[in-house]
T-cell receptor
């Protein structure tokens, strides 16, 4: 199993550009998450999904969109990139059940908006 | 909303030392997570616990539900333990939310 994979690993965007961060997991997990990590700050939840077709906002959803058409994929879309979106983005997944289930993290995408 | 605090924020230790990392939270919870972030950035889950104590190798995690406090202990520390250690708790007002709230992490450096 590859686990949780993310692409790209690094990206530089200009203000106003758009991009999609890809996330795929091969563990048949229903729950998937997108987090951002800013220097010196804890991970913050952007969006999450409890299954295909179901998504919900996290703590910091503004400026982002998600979709979940399959169990495996959970892409994160930035429509109009802003410098405040410079961050490291992590995708994670876990199997269905109580929150006392291990979350598996992808390797992260380092995004810089100039 | 749950607030998660970790202390200390940074710690430098010598190889072999016993290390304790603390985590406190403000709202009663169903589970607490400890994670490790490697220097390269990768994040792995170490423990999830709702009561008592868990042990894995040289790592021991404890939780006191009444005091809303958890500790992660590392025995016989080694340079490969150098990482950022993060605790996380459910963020809902009653501690059962799907959304985890993360501490800022504690950066541990173990010198040979």
């Amino acid at each position: 199993n590859a686990g949780v994979t993310q692409t790209p690993k690094f990206r530089i965007l200009k203000i106003g550009q758009s991009m999609t961060l890809q996330c795929t997991q091969d563990m048949n997990h229903n729950y998937m998450y997108w987090y951002r990590q800013d220097p010196g700050m804890g991970l913050k939840l952007i969006y999450y999904s409890v299954g295909a077709g179901i998504t919900d906002k996290g703590e910091v959803p503004n400026g982002y969109n998600v979709s979940r058409s399959t169990t495996e994929d959970f892409p994160l879309r930035l429509e109009l990139a802003a410098p405040s979106q410079t961050s490291v983005y992590f995708c994670a997944s876990r199997k269905t059940g109580p929150l006392l289930n291990e979350q598996f993290f992808g390797p992260g995408t380092r995004l810089t908006v100039l | 909303k749950n607030e998660v605090e970790q202390s200390p924020q940074n710690l430098t230790a010598q190889e072999g030392e016993f290390i304790t990392i603390n985590c406190s939270y403000s709202v009663g919870i169903s589970a607490l997570h400890w994670l490790q972030q490697h220097p390269g950035g990768g994040i792995v889950s170490l423990f999830m616990l709702s009561s008592g104590k868990k042990k894995h190798g040289r790592l021991i995690a404890t939780i006191n539900i009444q005091e809303k406090h958890s500790s992660l202990h590392i025995t016989a520390s080694h340079p490969r333990d150098s990482a950022v250690y993060i605790c996380a708790a459910p963020g809902g007002t009653q501690g059962g939310s799907e959304k985890l709230v993360f501490g800022k992490g504690m950066k541990l450096t173990v010198n040979p």
